[in-house]
């Protein structure tokens, strides 16, 4: 074997001997690597809070998860007062809101509770918009509405104003007075004065009894 072969199997063998050069660089190798990779994860985890510039990244709308709903509530509240000072409480179910620009709330299960002169009313529907710009109420089937001395009105899709406690019904109505019982195909309502207009063949039954 030449001199030249000879020297250079006599210094790999020395490089590769137990304990030798190899062993200490991959000793060396196995304690570094680990605590760079640890230092490079901590610098890319602070690295967004400690820079002084904006830091910008491109979002691909096609594969992100776009939220229908961005606010739902179970047993919802809502609280207020009309012209007059006089509070009102409105309560749901559940409530829906679309996003926080848009101030209608979808309501499930909804009553209200609203004083009046000669005292506290209640409002009942299973289901309604409510406008939180105009405090109004916009219900989607029957409602019902219940105050002191006997005052009632049951209809459908009405409009309640709850500033200025008026309702408009869109469809025929039922209801008693102090004077008797009325029906018609559609009413406009003053909640607090019990001031009743009838639209479309209006009846009204009086009661003598309680006229008196």
Do not use: C
Not at 12 to 35: C, E, F, I, S, T
Not at 38 to 55: C, E, I, R
Not at 136 to 164: C, M
């Amino acid at each position: 074997m030449p001199d030249s072969a000879a020297q250079a199997l006599d210094a790999r063998q020395r490089w590769a001997r137990p304990g030798g050069p190899h062993d200490r660089v991959v000793a060396a190798a196995n304690w570094a690597l680990p605590v760079l990779i640890g230092v490079l994860s901590a610098f890319l985890v602070m690295a967004p809070l400690t820079t002084g510039g904006d830091v910008s990244f491109v979002l691909d709308k096609n594969k992100v998860e776009v939220a229908r709903e961005r606010m739902k509530i179970q047993a919802a509240r809502y609280r207020g007062a009309d012209g007059k000072g006089q509070p009102f409480e409105l309560t749901a179910g559940s409530a829906i809101q679309k996003s926080s620009a848009e101030p209608i709330v979808q309501l499930q299960q909804l009553a209200a509770n609203i004083r009046l002169n000669d005292g506290p009313a209640s409002l009942v529907a299973d289901r309604g918009r409510y406008n939180m710009d105009n405090e109004q109420v916009q219900v989607d089937g029957p409602i019902s509405f219940r105050a002191p001395d006997g005052y009632t009105l049951d209809t459908q899709d009405a409009l309640v104003d709850l500033k200025t406690r008026r309702m408009q019904s869109g469809k025929a109505v039922t209801g008693t007075v102090r004077q008797g019982t009325f029906s018609a195909d559609k009413l406009d309502a003053d909640l607090d004065s019990h001031t009743v207009t009838l639209i479309g063949n209006a009846r009204l039954h009086i009661s003598p009894r309680r006229t008196k």
